[in-house]
């Protein structure tokens, strides 16, 4: 016994905070991780084809129902109302696919798959990083299918085939950053239900509370300061102005930048309430 008691602090100084600290996971191996968790969520689209139900029938639905319904009677005729309204479908879809993200989280935190990562000596970002990565396929699925119905109906963007290709991104890149609110949510909310009905609370008056349908111009005052300070104004705005002009203007780096702020600050807020809950 006598010759343990020696041994006994070189093995407490095995467990210090610059132990645990080395034994977590660096930046290539969180790089690696996420990308494995998206894989893994990819895997299971495909196994379950419902999943792009609403970023493959809704963009064509909502593109021929606004323009058809609204066309005449906001810009006269459906041609002129089209570069109005598709960039406005493209940021609505994005913020609906990206809803659906925060609630198939909930739901598999809710069946005990997060639990199984507890053992796994991985960066707690990754689980819920992999997932909205891969859901950006949904997103430009989502995208491409709207600018194509835009297209079959008449749509003829002035800022070409760069212009479309910068916008297509520019939505995509939209849905995932605010797809960490919804993420967040998923980690707050008690049930999937719950994160569906906050989400949509969320969506409709970013969504039609915006100038997404109509042109704020038309707008009580009250209304159309709202409007101006909405993020969703200023990515539609933004995609606009590189889709139908083909410029890059301060509506570009305004919308940019609200996107990277979101991800800053409900990023950190997702994998705080996660690591929490683990």
């Known amino acids: 016994m006598t010759t343990l008691l020696p041994d006994a602090p070189a093995a407490a100084a095995t467990t210090t905070p610059e132990r645990v600290l080395a034994a977590r ?8 991780q996420t990308l494995a968790m998206a894989w893994r969520a990819t895997k299971k689209m495909r196994r379950n084809p419902e999943q792009f139900f609403d970023v493959t029938i809704q963009p064509v639905l909502f593109t021929a ?28 879809t994005a913020l609906t696919a990206c809803m659906a993200t925060g609630t198939q989280m909930r ?13 796994l000596p991985i960066a707690r970002i990754a689980p819920l990083a992999g997932p909205m990565l891969a859901d950006v396929v949904r997103y430009g699925i989502a995208a491409t299918i709207t600018i194509g119905v835009g297209l079959a109906m008449g749509y003829r963007p002035g800022g070409g085939v760069l212009g479309v290709v910068a916008g297509w991104a520019l939505t995509v890149f939209a849905g995932w950053s605010l797809s960490w609110i919804f993420a967040w949510l998923g980690t707050v909310a008690r ?18 509370l915006s100038n997404a349908f109509v042109p704020m111009e038309t707008l009580p005052g009250w209304l159309e300061a709202f409007v101006k300070i909405n993020p969703v104004s200023h990515v539609v705005t933004a995609v606009r102005d590189l889709m139908n002009d083909g410029n890059l203007t301060g509506q570009v780096g305004w919308a940019l930048f609200g996107c990277i702020a979101v991800v800053a600050i409900f990023s950190p807020l997702a994998v705080r309430n996660y690591s929490r809950k683990m």
């Open 191 to 208: 049930s999937a239900q719950a994160v569906q009905g906050i989400g949509m609370m969320i969506m409709f008056p970013l969504t039609f």
């Open 25 to 32: 996971p660096s930046l290539k191996e969180t790089v690696h």
């Open 65 to 92: 129902m606004f323009a058809y319904i609204f066309g005449g009677a906001i810009s006269g005729s459906v041609a002129s109302y089209l570069p109005l309204i598709i960039p406005g479908i493209l940021a609505q």
């Open 107 to 119: 739901e598999d935190m809710d069946k005990g798959v997060f639990d199984r990562f507890k053992s």
